[in-house]
């Protein structure tokens, strides 16, 4: 069986910036697939969320943006997570042991905005357009997440809690995948079964 290639464009960002354009500009913004939130270390980049869509990045790019601007989601120090070290300064509506209320996060929005922006700054993204269906999409999201998480030290300790993956059922045959991108991705292997 020949291996998928989930082949990952990147970086880009949210607001566009010396080293990565914005993500919503690019071709691959318009297509589908799996996409990496990353956080640029000196030896390479260091994968913070992964994330699949079965609508265009840009839709699903937007819909992070509007959470993470309503401090939904967690905010950390930008000058430490750039680092690669978490520093929270707000658990948001998905934490899982101090998780906010949606009044308490929009109460919350606009003293936060400083710190979300800065850490918007510091995120860049990979997308790898892929044209599957949803549950293959899944399998793969899974296949990269689920590593990452059990490597100690850094890159696991990186990882959210509480993110729900859909790894590969034991009834579903194994897909062979390659990974490859225009930069490194710490912990992440090159050759993954989903």
């Known amino acids: 069986m020949e291996p998928n290639n989930i082949n990952f464009a990147g970086p880009f960002s949210w607001f566009g910036a010396l080293d990565s354009p914005c993500a919503y500009d690019v071709a691959e913004a318009h297509k589908a697939g799996i ?28 819909q992070h943006y509007e959470e993470l601007v309503s401090a939904r989601y967690h905010v950390y120090s930008a000058s430490e997570f750039g680092r690669g070290e978490k520093i929270m300064l707000w658990p948001g ?46 399998r793969i999201e899974a ?11 850094l890159v696991g300790a990186f990882q959210d809690q509480g993110v729900k993956y859909w790894p590969r059922l034991p009834a579903e045959e194994p897909l062979e995948c390659v990974v490859s991108a225009p930069a490194r991705f710490l912990g992440l292997p090159e050759r993954l079964s989903a």
């Open 93 to 138: 509506r998905w934490d899982v042991a101090a998780r906010k209320s949606d009044a308490e996060c929009q109460a919350n929005a606009t003293r936060l905005a400083a710190p979300i922006r800065e850490m918007m700054l510091a995120l860049r993204f990979f997308l790898a357009p892929l044209s599957c269906d949803k549950r293959t999409r899944q």
């Open 143 to 153: 296949a990269i997440a689920q590593p990452l998480y059990k490597i100690p030290g």
């Open 35 to 62: 996409y990496l939130w990353t956080v640029p270390l000196p030896d390479g980049h260091l994968v913070y969320y992964v994330g699949e869509t079965g609508r265009s990045f840009e839709i699903r790019l937007r």
